[in-house]
Every structure is written in structure tokens, then in C-alpha cells.
């Protein structure tokens, strides 16, 4: 759980590399690409969260080992 | 239909799709046999080459348990398709022991890989060769040439496209997350016999990834790797998001070069003498 801090770190790095990339493959004008990234982080942590948050869900509940 | 795809040599999906089968046919489809059976000749040169230093051992890397009939479609070599099969139905997995390996399997693997990203590239010239109106050319960079160039250095088929600012970010985030991914996993992603399928993502991101494994690949691990599964995920994303700058590269390329076109051979060339 230490651990967390640097996991997230990393997730967010990533994530900032995937939607810089996609942005620019979207939009073909730079000044356009570059005001969408913010709005399109925000949509990939979502996302992200809620897959998360349903693999969370199905490790406790359909996919449990116990 | 545009004016391009009206007056062009042949249907540019056709080409393409025949160019992914066997290299050059689709150029000569297109009325270039020339060409097409020099491509030939170099691509499946390339391919030959690796699968006589690597002795057609490159599918052995897998675990047993990783190998089955689709597993050479994760891989580069899935580029050059008649090759691939044949590499298959030759030398397969290999026989039911380990043995060692030849002395340059790792070149030969690596030639066999680009043989295929090649074939992609030559297949991207087909399909603009075909929607290209015969007896012109075009003044702007080939797409071709400038997907390869984006293979060779992420970024680089945008900066000759003019398009600085993409190519800066598109070399800071592919060869950004190679190295970052290198530094996390201590060179185990530079290795493809100990990370199959990462590595061939890897592959895509061409010389930064190629370079840190010249130097660094193969090395022993020595200590825990802490976070050596996020740095196999940098390595191979870093490789798959540079699939999308070829995408965008070739895209916007062929448009411009469809857009900017004048007869192949100047006014005074053609009068006779």
C-alpha cells in the first residue's frame, strides 16, 4: 500500500502520454489538439476508475477465490 | 469518389492488401513489376537473412504455454504475411526440447521483425502509388517514406512533414516511455526471449528502443524488480502509440501529397527532338 503514491504516479504519466497522442491523432490543428487534452485526461481517469472499480468489484464478489 | 481515386492506377485497397500477402505484388498489380519484384527481393531478403542467423528459432522464445496458432500475429513479423506462414510451416515451435540457441539469433530475430514493419511501410507506398493519377507526381514527401521515418525515429515523419510540434511530442512521449520503461525494468524489456510479446511492442518504436537494447540488452537481473511490470507496460505502450503517430503521419501525408501534384516528366522532356 506504500506503494500507492508511485503506482498512481505512474498511472498518470502514462495516461498524460496516451492522451497527448490520441489528441493530436483526433484533432489535426495543434492549437485544437492542445485545448482538448485536459477534457480527454479527465475522461481517461475516469474511465479508467470505473474498470477499476468494477475489477475491484468482481475480485470480492464473482471472481473471489475465497 | 475523389479525382484522385478516378484517375488512378488500381484500386488502393487492393494494392495494399496484396502488397500485406506478398511483398511487391502490389505494385505489381499496379503496373510497376520492376519495383515490385526489387521489394520483393529486399523484404523477403531481409526475412531469409534473419531466419538463417536465428536458424527460424524466433517463435521457440515462447513459453510453452504462450504458444499457439495466433500467437506470430502478435508479432512484427505478421508484416510480411506469406513470410510469417512459411516461417510457421517450416520451423514452427520448434521441436518438443530446448536446445541452444545460434550465436546471432538475436540480429536474426530482429531482421525477421523488420521485415515485416518494412512491408507495412512498402504497403503504405502501394496504397498512394494506386490513387496517385497516372503520369504525375506529387512535390511533397512520399507517405511511405514518412511512416518509415516515423518507425526509424518516432517523430521524425512529422518533422519532415513540417509539422514541428507533433514531431517533438510524438519523440518525447514514444522514446520518453522506452527509456522510462528501460530504467523501470532494468533492461528485462530489451530482451525478447525473456519478454516475447512486449518486446514485439516494443520493436514499434524503433531506434530508441533499438539503441537501449544494443547497449543494455540482455543484461543480467541482479535485483528485485519492484516495477518492472510498469516498465514492460511503458516499453510497449510507448511502441503501440507510435502505430498511432504512422496513422496520423501517412494519413495527413497522403492527403498533401494527393493535393500537390504536376505531370512525372517536365514540358520539355516530352517534345520530341
Known amino acids: 500500500m506504500s506503494d500507492l503514491p508511485i503506482h498512481l504516479l505512474l498511472f498518470a504519466l502514462m495516461g498524460v502520454g496516451i492522451v497527448v ?16 487534452i485536459p477534457r480527454r485526461f479527465v475522461a481517461f481517469v475516469i474511465g479508467c476508475g470505473i474498470v477499476a472499480l468494477l475489477l475491484v468489484l468482481a475480485q470480492y464478489t464473482v471472481a473471489s477465490v475465497r | 469518389m475523389d479525382a484522385a481515386q478516378r484517375t488512378g492506377r488500381g484500386d488502393a485497397n487492393v494494392a495494399a492488401a496484396l502488397t500485406w500477402v506478398v511483398p511487391g505484388a502490389g505494385h505489381v498489380y499496379l503496373g510497376a513489376p520492376i519495383f515490385g519484384i526489387a521489394a520483393f527481393l529486399v523484404v523477403t531478403g531481409l526475412y531469409v537473412l534473419g531466419i ?5 528459432m524466433a517463435f521457440e522464445f515462447l513459453q510453452t504455454d504462450l504458444r499457439s496458432l495466433i500467437a506470430p500475429v502478435l508479432t512484427p513479423e505478421v508484416g510480411n504475411l506469406s513470410a510469417v506462414i512459411w516461417h510457421m510451416r517450416t520451423y514452427g515451435f520448434g521441436p518438443p526440447f530446448p536446445r541452444p540457441w545460434p550465436e546471432h539469433i538475436e540480429l536474426g530475430t530482429f531482421l525477421t521483425a523488420a521485415s515485416g514493419v518494412l512491408n507495412v511501410c512498402l504497403a503504405c507506398k502501394a496504397h498512394f502509388d494506386a490513387r496517385l493519377p497516372r503520369g504525375m507526381r506529387s512535390t ?3 507517405p511511405g517514406l514518412l511512416v518509415l521515418a516515423g518507425w526509424v525515429l518516432p517523430g521524425l515523419g512529422h518533422w519532415l512533414q513540417g509539422r514541428r510540434l507533433r514531431g517533438v511530442l510524438v519523440f518525447s512521449c514514444v522514446a520518453g516511455f522506452v527509456a522510462l520503461g528501460t530504467a523501470l525494468a532494468q533492461g528485462a524489456n530489451l530482451d525478447r526471449e525473456r519478454h516475447f510479446y512486449y518486446w514485439s511492442a516494443q520493436f514499434l518504436a524503433g531506434s530508441p528502443a533499438w539503441i537501449l537494447e544494443a547497449f543494455w540488452g540482455g543484461e543480467l537481473v541482479r535485483s528485485d524488480l519492484r516495477y518492472g511490470d510498469a516498465g514492460l507496460a511503458f516499453g510497449a505502450v510507448g511502441g503501440l502509440l507510435n502505430i498511432l503517430a504512422w496513422l496520423d503521419v501517412y494519413g495527413s501525408g497522403e492527403r498533401e501529397a494527393l493535393a500537390h501534384l504536376e505531370p512525372a516528366e517536365p514540358p520539355a522532356a516530352r517534345v520530341p527532338a
Do not use: I, N, V
Open chain 1, 21 to 36: 497522442l490520441a489528441s493530436f491523432y483526433s484533432e489535426p490543428e495543434d492549437c485544437k489538439a492542445l485545448a482538448a
Open chain 2, 52 to 56: 538463417r542467423l536465428s536458424g527460424g
Open chain 2, 140 to 142: 511533397r514527401p512520399a
